[in-house]
């Protein structure tokens, strides 16, 4: 089969469809992709537009994307089912990148567990094998928030444990990510654990930078993956620009050197004109369409 | 490699062209720094515009296709922007459309007042039905615009072609003769299609794209050696430009200015750092200079009547 790369699109089959919940669908394709966890593709419905997702799953043979139902496209997408047909360029940008480190948080907010997902699952190759991972001293902090009971994404997907927070209290813990998050971080302080060596993070820009400003005040790295309007994909157009960097191309994953360069992180962001907007403004506009 | 280009003096002869990262203060300050001597606002509307639907545009390997439809904040509402750009350390070229004579004229008077550098006026859009390359294809529309145009702003104006004029060195004389202080050539090519077989549809949203890159440089070429041939104004001369040597052609074929556009694609951003070097390198090979190369292809008889290089 032809491979997907970043030039014309290449028209896929939906294989299957998954209804994650009131607002969730995964779509399943079978078709053999490289990429790096945090990357994206296009993803065009013929006729209707083409957006930006993150691969959401992803084994040897087969990946998925994830999607919200929020605006036209989200809706049309959520809608298709196996057979139609999608069209896949990328997959574009940089990834997470994998250190060596021992002791990480990885952070999700609503879709964000998107591109964070296949991140999870490649860190957790490693304790998979083990026969017992050391419940106390967990190599992997793993942190999602929601809405509600119902928003949490794969709830039965990884081996990891998930601490769950949302806004209603329907689960977990009534409240952010970042209470947890800071929780943890002085819990390790305080009995002397060694301390998070870093954090990936992705969800709502205020949540991701809140997390940055978290990690700052402790001296902790982190990776957080940004979203703005596409066009190209690939660096040539301009749409997707925040301050100096061009998001599809540097990002969409930024680390902490980077970020504390990026005025416009939960600042501004351009609208389809090209005119810049703050980040509410930006998310209503972008919820219909 | 500092070039004179219309008593503006560039660090360099290379050119970001319009519609290529040119959003914000920020990208285009960093394109400067990355080697590049002029860089390009996005091309500047009468109003709001959001271009249009996705896909927009599309690699092809040899080239590209883009519809991306001329989307803008509209030239009233970008208030943060110009206040930005005031406070800038580089050369600007504003680039502004419209869709009549007095659309252009509206949007140059307000655009000259926050002191681009120099103002190109984009006759040679082909992605929209009402703007831009319907002025660019007849003689008289040229010279109206560009004569309205120069009556209300006081910066150098450029005017921006497209290959689609029947005779883009007549195009040029018209605007030579309207007051024109250069010529940038050539906006993207076409419009081309390309249809997807399996959605059994195009796969740009507008159908038609302009092509762009590698695959048109020859047309580029042509288009800058009859535009030298018929004006006595500098050329910026662009298409499908990617090395030093695509820019040595550009130059013998009588560019003053060489453009990049689709290249940041194929090299990164880092492409003008890279044809400066190339570009220099083969000069120095060659024992010659910018302006010992401008318009070589066209013989010496040619460069002297013209009255040398400028």
Known sequence: MK??????PVMLRVAKREINSPAFATLYFEFSLKFIPGQFVMVWIPGIDEKPYTISQHTPTTFAITIEAKGIFSKQAVALVPGDIVGFRGPFGNGFSVGSCQNIAIVAGGCGMAPLAPLVETLELPLEKKAQ?????????????????????YPNRFVTQRQVCTDDGSSGHKGFVTDLLEQEINTRQKTGRPPLEMVYACGPEIMMHRIFALCESFGIPCQVSLERYMRCGFGVCGACVCGDQVVCTDGPVFDSAKLRTMDDFNRTALLKSGKPVSMDQYFSWRCQS | M??????????????????VLGNNKEILERVHENGCGLVTMKSIGPAPRDGHKNPTVMDLGHGMINAVGLPTPGYAHMEEEWQALEQRSFPLNASIYGGSVKEYQTVAKFVTAKHPDFIEINISCPNSDQHGMIFGVSEQSAFDVVSAVKQVIDVPLIAKLTPQAPDIARIARACEAAGADAICAINTAGPGMVIDIEARMPVLAFKKGGLSGPMIRPIAVRCVYDIYEAVSIPIIGLGGVTTGEDAVEMIMAGASLVGIGSGVRYRGMGIFNQVNQELAAWLSAHDTTLEGIR???????????KGGNR
Do not use: M, Y
């Open chain 1, 133 to 153: 991972p050391d419940k106390n001293h967990p190599n992997i902090l793993f942190i999602h928030g929601a809405r509600s009971k119902e928003f949490i994404l």
């Open chain 2, 2 to 19: 500092t070039i004179r280009f219309l008593c503006k003096k560039l660090k360099n002869p290379l050119v970001l062209a319009s519609g």
């Open chain 1, 3 to 8: 491979p997907i790369t970043d030039q014309a």
């Open chain 2, 295 to 305: 318009g070589a292809a066209h013989g010496k008889d040619v460069i002297q009547k």
